[in-house]
């Protein structure tokens, strides 16, 4: 599987943006994604993590409430919907796939990841 995240960008403080991670077409439905984010200095951490059929999700509390994960199975693509951006949000963000069941929350139980994309809220 090979992802592609963009949408990423300056956005002022609380604002919004939706990242969207695009799949290569080989089982896209069939895998767990989540999203991750590693800003500059720290560890990259867990964001956000949704089921393969998409109506389990599951957050980090520091976005719970103001970010949404999503996917289109039939578009090979998942998304981030952020809201209330803050400038601690200020990260890389990632996507990434997982051949194990159920929700992962951390970094090595994903397989597949792509390349990231930046984003940055201004104070």
């Known amino acids: 599987v090979q992802l592609q995240a963009y949408g990423g960008g300056l956005v002022q403080i609380g604002g919004s943006l939706r990242l969207s991670c695009v799949a290569s077409?080989?089982?896209?439905?069939?895998?767990?994604m989540g999203w991750f984010r590693q800003a500059p200095g720290k560890e990259r951490e867990f964001v956000a993590a949704i089921s393969w059929s998409g109506p389990s999700t599951s957050y980090a509390q520091s976005v719970k409430g103001r970010f949404t994960i999503s996917r289109d199975n039939a578009k090979n693509t998942m998304y981030l919907q952020m809201n209330s951006l803050k400038p601690e949000d200020t990260a890389v963000y990632y996507c990434a796939a997982s051949n194990r069941g159920g929700l992962r929350y951390y970094i090595q139980d994903y397989d597949y990841w792509g390349q990231g994309t930046q984003v940055t809220v201004s104070s």
């Open positions: 077409a080989r089982a896209f439905g069939t895998h767990n």
